[in-house]
């Protein structure tokens, strides 16, 4: 059953995946609105998971605020899937003018640096386009990891999407993922890591709206073995086609204090960044399972339900509509709002 699954899947996603590249961008545009629709409207988990997520970002909205925000945020997540299904088609004039950060003077000056830049993100609008821009507008290729997630084919199909925007992506293999990045780094490149879920033992705790979830230490631990700048970047939506977003201050290394505790340091203040980011925009936040600790399910052992994730913050490559690539957020691919 479990071969049969993966391969129906992969046959679902690839074929909407060639359909939606050959679309006019506007048809496009109201089959994701469409699809968001329907899913917001099926009330699935991922839906009721996204509303309680939302309450704790917005605790003084209304259910009804809620429920209208959630519409939003699934518009939002079916516009990333939407565009990164189209982004191997768009032309490089397209993708360039496709994102406008602010703040790229740190990232310039970073990379002229020669010292490395660690970029962090949490699941705020595209990700992907960030990535393309990058590649496109700057001519900086970067590197991401991801973890090897069955089906196989859709992992190979959306590494390959990625290499061929300029991406290098690392499978997560334990330490040999942390050191290639590592050397990246210290060759002055440019790595890019989601970074805002991480519920394996060795997850950072933080405190994140108010109440405690964890992060992965890894773009702490990497800026500060290779001496990389590590910057926060925050994405979101308005009512054009052009993404936009924020690139932050550096998150410097603290003076003093053990390896453990300018790690914990350095990842508050990722957090901040990213809670500021996503309080200005939250329906751009697609954030559809489970994130702060009071709210996991108990499991086998001493803490909560931990998957499995990677320490350094991991792309995970095996996503589609409803399972998107991110460090911890997925485990399979499902489809929108179907699962918590």
Same mark, same amino acid.
């Given at each position: 059953?479990? =071969? ?6 992969? &046959?679902?996603?690839?074929? =909407? ?5 050959? +679309? ?13 629709? %329907? ?10 998971? +996204?509303?309680? !997520? ?8 209304? /259910? ?7 519409? #939003? ?23 360039? !003018?496709?994102?406008? /950060? ?13 010292? @490395? ?8 609008? !595209? ?18 990891? $991801? ?6 084919? *859709? ?5 390959a999407y990625r290499e061929g925007l300029g991406m290098e992506v690392v499978p997560h293999t334990g330490g040999a993922a942390f050191g290639t ?13 989601? &970074? ?21 230490? =890894?773009?702490?631990? *990497? ?8 910057? /926060? ?13 924020? %690139? ?28 500021? =980011? ?22 086998? @052992?001493?803490? $909560?339900?931990?998957?499995?994730? &990677?320490? #350094?913050?991991?792309?995970? $490559? &095996? @996503? ?12 399979? /691919?499902?489809?929108p709002g179907e699962r918590s």
């Open positions: 059953m479990s =071969g049969l699954r993966d391969r129906l899947t992969y &046959a679902a996603y690839a074929a =909407g995946w060639g359909a939606v590249k050959r +679309l006019p961008e506007p048809v496009a545009v109201r089959l994701g609105r469409t699809i968001a629709d %329907i899913a917001w409207k099926r009330r699935g988990k991922g839906v009721r998971r +996204l509303e309680a !997520n939302y309450a704790r970002v917005l605790p003084d909205a209304t /259910p009804e605020q809620l429920t209208e925000l959630s519409r #939003a945020g699934m518009r939002s997540y079916l516009r990333y899937w939407m565009e990164s299904f189209r982004l191997p088609v768009w032309s490089e004039e397209r993708i360039r !003018n496709g994102f406008e /950060p602010e703040g790229q003077e740190h990232l310039r000056e970073a990379l002229a640096s020669g010292r @490395g830049v660690v970029a962090a993100l949490p699941h705020l609008g !595209n990700w992907d386009l960030a990535g393309a821009w990058a590649t496109t507008a700057l001519g900086i290729p970067f590197t991401t990891v $991801a973890e090897r997630l069955k089906p196989e084919k *859709l992992f190979d199909r959306f590494v990045l590592a050397r990246r780094l210290r060759g002055g490149g440019l790595v890019c890591l989601v &970074a805002e879920r991480d519920l394996s033992a060795t997850g950072v705790e933080v405190t994140f709206f108010g109440d405690t979830t964890r992060m992965p230490p =890894g773009p702490a631990l *990497l800026a500060q073995q290779t001496g990389a700048v590590l910057l /926060p970047v925050t994405l979101w939506y308005d009512e054009t086609p052009v993404m936009r977003g924020r %690139i932050h201050p550096p998150v410097d290394v603290p003076e003093s204090g053990t390896r453990a505790e300018k790690t914990s340091v350095m990842t508050q203040a990722l957090a901040d960044a990213f809670a500021t =980011g996503i309080a200005d925009h939250p329906e751009d936040w697609h954030m559809l399972q489970r994130l702060w600790l009071a709210d996991l399910e108990p499991g086998p @052992g001493p803490g $909560a339900e931990a998957p499995r994730t &990677a320490s #350094a913050g991991t792309e995970r $490559a &095996a @996503g589609a509509p409803g399972g998107e690539p991110a460090s911890g957020a997925r485990d399979e /691919p499902v489809l």
